[in-house]
């Protein structure tokens, strides 16, 4: 398992142990240290260590919530989430498949705003996933469903933030046999993901 790096990230939380331990130890992650992102209503995240939650240490914000965290002087939801990008395109009765599907169409004002809103998220990530010492970032939330529009902005916002991905193939799967060390993944579970996730915090406390 790679090694925590001791370099915290500025205003990142406070350093020390994680909390939340369990008395029952889930089973290991096969990336060690990773991140869970879902970027939708608002930006959800979780910091895991072999599989647990932590709430603090480096590069992890307070509770280990992005929501709380900022870019550019503004929170990161107001910039980051599906409704900064409804905001920023103008349209009320428009929905998050409405402008992916005009992107694909070759709007270029629509593709705009989605490559803001990541670029700036992916800003935000990079720094924090390097002082963590993540392996892996799975990306979920509603807007995950425009992963073909922007993985090439996904990857290269979280380069500028100090955290370069593995290269990927056509299947937007990290290469392989490579070693994994900065693996993105889409997460797998969609909709049903809170409902398990919460099944599993509680098979875990018992």
């Not at 959800?44 to 932590?54: I, K, M």
């Not at 380069?159 to 593995?166: I, N, R």
Request: proline share 10%.
């Amino acid at each position: 398992m790679p090694r925590r790096p001791s370099s915290a990230c500025p205003k990142a939380g406070s350093g020390g142990t994680p909390t939340g331990r369990s008395p029952r130890t889930p089973a290991p992650s096969p990336f060690g240290y990773a991140q869970g992102i879902t970027p939708g209503t608002g930006v959800g995240s979780a910091f895991l260590e072999d599989g647990r939650v932590v709430a603090r240490g480096p590069g992890v914000p307070p509770d280990g919530r992005m929501d709380l965290t900022g870019a550019d002087g503004s929170p990161l939801e107001e910039t980051a989430s599906r409704r900064a990008v409804l905001a920023r395109f103008g349209d009320p009765s428009a929905d998050a498949g409405d402008i992916a599907d005009l992107a694909r169409a070759g709007q270029r004002r629509t593709r705009r705003v989605l490559d803001d809103a990541f670029v700036t998220l992916d800003a935000a990530l990079g720094p924090r996933l390097t002082a963590f010492g993540a392996t892996a970032l799975v990306v979920g939330g509603s807007m995950a469903g425009s992963r073909d529009l922007v993985a090439p902005e996904l990857h290269a916002g979280l380069a500028d933030g100090g955290w370069t991905p593995d290269a990927t193939g056509s299947d937007d799967e990290p290469r392989r046999p490579r070693r994994h060390t900065r693996a993105v993944h889409p997460a797998g579970l969609a909709g049903d993901a809170a409902l398990i996730g919460a099944a599993r915090a509680v098979a875990v406390r018992d």
